[in-house]
């Protein structure tokens, strides 16, 4: 799985035209945090535009909060409105 989401992510990273969200839920928000080996190609997306977001209650769960090195956090809230808004949201 981790090699797969890092090619799925390069690959979203050279693909135009970008979605305008990404959303990290569960595990998934470990790819946003110190350690992962996709943080510049999320860099990249977030430089031109990409609103990029994590679970603030999965960082906590996983203890991670404080690691988050791309896009910020947010709440189920907030997520759940972002998905019911748009017509290009990646989850994650």
Do not use: H
């Not at 190609?41 to 906590?60: P, R, Y």
């Not at 910020?72 to 994650?92: C, K, L, Q, W």
């Amino acid at each position: 799985g981790k090699i797969l989401m890092k090619g799925f992510l390069y690959t979203l990273s050279e693909t135009k035209p970008y979605p305008n969200f990404l959303i990290f839920l569960n595990s998934g928000v470990k790819l946003t945090t110190a350690g992962s080996d996709s943080i510049e190609d999320l860099k990249k997306m977030e430089n031109a535009g990409v609103k990029i977001v994590s679970c603030g209650t999965c960082l906590d769960f996983f203890e991670i909060k404080t690691k988050l090195e791309v896009g910020n956090i947010s709440n189920m809230y907030d997520i759940v409105e972002t998905i019911a808004d748009s017509d290009n949201a990646v989850m994650i």
